[in-house]
């Protein structure tokens, strides 16, 4: 098992940015695909973006490609989301997660909201 924890979130104005972090602990961090997912008011969870636990390869929904980044730091048992031109519609909370050929698990979320 690993255990997630999401900082970063907050208040913006659109245009503006954050970063998200998700530490991980209690297993070992870079066996795991780390993803972002968000869930919005009213709206199914999404993918945000990906990253491999390989060579570090990345996968991105449609509505962020161009302003999100998703990147790990093994040596830090820590994965971020640089998010970058927000929008109105990125609202969300933003939950980190861990996967691996046994096991999924969540972060507790972290709350996004961008307005002016």
């Known amino acids: 098992q690993v255990q997630l924890v999401e900082s970063g979130g907050g208040l913006v104005q659109p245009g503006g940015s954050l970063r998200l972090s998700c530490v991980a602990s209690g297993s070992p961090f870079s066996s795991y695909y780390m993803s972002w997912y968000r869930q919005a008011p009213g709206k199914e969870r999404e993918l945000v973006a990906g990253?491999?636990?390989?060579?570090?390869?990345?996968k991105y929904a449609d509505s962020v490609k161009g302003r999100f980044t998703i990147f790990r730091d093994n040596d830090k048992n820590t994965v971020y989301l640089q998010m970058n031109s927000l929008k109105v519609e990125d609202t969300a909370v933003y939950y980190c997660?861990?996967?691996?050929?046994?096991?999924?698990?969540w972060g507790q979320g972290t709350q996004v909201t961008v307005s002016s």
């Open positions: 997660h861990a996967e691996n050929i046994n096991t999924r698990n």
């Open positions: 990253i491999d636990e390989i060579d570090g390869r990345t």
